[in-house]
């Protein structure tokens, strides 16, 4: 969706070193998530926030953090980039869905997709 | 949350209409039935979501019995382009926390 853009789609790094992935969305959207994908795996949650001051671990969030710098845009970070990290990261955004009217639709980024050597 | 338990691939053809399963035995009186549709190194896309009974729209049809222990996704008169990945997620009206399984790997044949 092209709502939902990341920086950088590919990225090669080294082990030890600090990484960033950015994600921007233009739908207006409170919440925001980043997930991660293995080779033939479903996706794992690894931080999500609901406004610009909420940040709350998922179930992978260890070695991973995470800023919320505007409604707009949120920002993953490997502190100490490791090669099990290895792997496919998207971001997403959703909005609360309404009352009686069924849970939120998430809507996804294409994805970066990190090596890290 | 509810566990979702589906094939993990299947085969067809084009112009066939295809039925995934989804299981959901411990599903949640407030969860809804979320379909989502992922293709090769892209994001998922929502493709349909359902409570109970029947609900289709211009991508899908979803089946959801009284009893709401399983549901079948049904995509009619399949394509090439409909080889993907097919998620089925037991989310609740809380709806932030969403668990992604494997899927369903879906392979249309000519």
């Known amino acids: 969706d092209a709502d939902v853009t990341q920086t950088p789609r590919n990225r090669i790094t080294k082990t030890g070193k600090r990484i960033m992935l950015e994600c921007s969305q233009t739908?207006?959207?409170?919440?925001m998530y980043w997930y991660r994908q293995d080779p033939g795996l479903g996706l794992r949650l690894i931080y999500y926030s609901f406004d610009v001051k909420d940040i709350n671990k998922g179930e992978i969030s260890d070695g991973y953090s995470v800023s919320r710098q505007a409604q707009a845009k949120f920002s993953l970070s490997l502190e100490s980039a490791i090669p099990n990290q290895t792997a496919l990261y998207f971001c997403?955004?959703?909005?609360?869905?309404?009352?009686?009217?069924?849970?939120?639709?998430?809507?996804f980024g294409p994805g970066t997709r990190l090596t890290v050597l | 949350l509810a566990k979702t338990t589906q094939p993990i691939s299947m085969d067809s053809y084009e112009g066939q209409e295809v039925n995934i399963t989804c299981s959901h035995n411990?599903?949640?009186?407030?969860?809804?039935i979320t379909w989502y549709q992922q293709f090769p190194s892209q994001g998922p896309r929502f493709i349909i979501q359902g409570y109970k009974t029947k609900v289709t729209n211009e991508v899908a049809s979803l089946f959801i019995p009284a009893d709401r222990k399983s549901s079948t996704l049904s995509l009619p008169r399949v394509s090439l382009s409909d080889t993907a990945v097919y998620y089925c997620l037991a989310r609740n009206t809380g709806g932030f926390k969403t668990i992604f399984g494997a899927g369903t790997r879906l392979f249309v044949k000519a």
């Open positions: 997403a955004t959703s909005e609360p869905g309404l009352a009686g009217g069924g849970t939120d639709t998430q809507y």
């Open positions: 739908k207006g959207h409170d919440r």
């Open positions: 411990n599903i949640a009186t407030n969860d809804y």
